[in-house]
């Protein structure tokens, strides 16, 4: 037979045209093939490798044969049922499940970032009561609760804020109040001053020291003499915080003094002008 006619006889082949059809039909239809395409197509293409390898009947590589019995091939048995091939445009079930799994990871993300943020980021006003003190501070809890006559209730809440121009700084609940708590460095007396909880979230909480009062060692250089620091811890507060101002300026927003704040100006008022 002339060659020509041989390459038509082949090319009509039924087999092959049907292998063609199924073909397109499990790698070309969007969503997931049926399992008796895929098992046709396993099964031709098995008949079509017997024939050029002598009879040895192996499934061409990306299928599998289909199992026995009732069960129907996995995503596993025909993996390009799922991911499209390079020259093929995704299917919608890909993009779908892709777009599933990003998010699915990005959920997991944000929920263990979470609690590990909550551990780096320092408490911020209030959430300072929420936070379990450590046994360094519980130590010193007790020196201050000592030192300034707490109740057992209210000594229950101290929360150190840091320190700052030489003063150590402390707060405390009692009741429906927020307050501060001051000392100097060594000898010197503890100062309270209390605000309600609503006034504490509107303005926060003020302790005004003439600079005067400080001593030169912990004194900052910008700051003279004469002026007033503030020692401030807000409802965003992570700890306390200080700014200068001229003296008999009284911040914006403040709480007027408590009796020891305004003692301990007049003292320093007398030392300034010895």
């Known amino acids: 037979m002339p060659q020509g006619t041989e390459m038509d006889a082949e090319a ?3 087999l092959e045209r049907r292998r063609d059809e199924l073909r397109r039909i499990v790698y070309g239809t969007p969503g997931e093939p049926s399992p008796g395409a895929v098992a046709e197509l396993v099964a031709i293409e098995r008949r079509l490798g017997g024939r050029a390898d002598g009879g040895t009947g192996a499934p061409p590589p990306g299928l599998s044969a289909p199992r026995s019995g009732s069960e129907t091939p996995s995503a596993e048995s025909v993996p390009n049922a799922e991911v499209p091939r390079p020259d093929e445009r995704p299917t919608r079930r890909w993009r779908f499940a892709t777009a599933v ?3 699915a990871s990005a959920v997991g993300a944000i ?3 979470g609690p590990v943020r909550e551990l780096l ?3 911020r006003g209030l959430e300072v009561f929420e936070r ?4 360094a501070e519980l130590d010193r809890a007790r020196d201050v609760t000592e030192a300034t006559h707490l109740d057992p209730a209210a000594a229950s809440s101290l929360r150190p804020l840091g320190s700052a121009v030489g003063y150590e700084v402390w707060t405390y609940r009692d009741g429906e109040r927020v307050c501060l708590l001051t000392q100097r460095d060594f000898w010197f007396a503890w100062i309270s001053s209390c ?3 609503e006034e504490f979230r509107e303005r926060g909480l003020v302790r005004r020291i003439p600079a005067a ?3 030169d060692l912990t004194r900052p250089s910008p700051v003279a003499p004469d002026d007033v620091v503030l020692l401030e811890w807000g409802p965003r507060s992570t700890g306390v915080e200080w700014r200068a101002v001229p003296a008999g300026e009284p911040p914006a927003g403040s709480a007027p003094m408590t009796y020891e704040e305004w003692a301990s100006t007049r003292v320093a008022a007398r030392l300034g002008g010895s």
């Open 195 to 197: 605000v309600t909880l």
């Open 12 to 14: 009509e082949d039924p």
């Open 111 to 113: 929920a263990l970032l």
């Open 121 to 123: 980021l320092p408490p």
């Open 132 to 135: 379990a003190p450590s046994v």
């Open 101 to 103: 799994t990003v998010l």
């Open 213 to 215: 009062e400080i001593s």
